[in-house]
């Protein structure tokens, strides 16, 4: 995937959709950047050479998903519901 840093960023976590991160807001920037370092997302410096690492290496894409999904598993309302109820 192609994205902005911004809420989508979940939702493509939750996926396992290897992406190339755009920061586009400020207050963007601390969290694309841990999501980075652990290897959940590559943000983009230069998108033509971005793009041709990645798209050239199917492990990385493999690992780039595999740590986007341990990132967010998409369970949260049902986590927060069974800590709510107890």
Known sequence: ???????TTWE?????????????????????????QLGAVK???NFTQDFQVLSN?????????NHAQNICDGLGSNKISALLEG
């Open 43 to 45: 943000i983009v410096k």
């Open 1 to 7: 995937a192609i994205g902005a840093a911004g809420a």
């Open 12 to 36: 493509r976590c939750c996926l396992g959709l290897p992406t190339l991160l755009f920061i586009t807001a400020n207050n963007q920037k601390e969290i694309a950047n841990n999501l980075e």
């Open 57 to 65: 290496n199917f492990s990385a894409w493999k690992k780039m998903s």
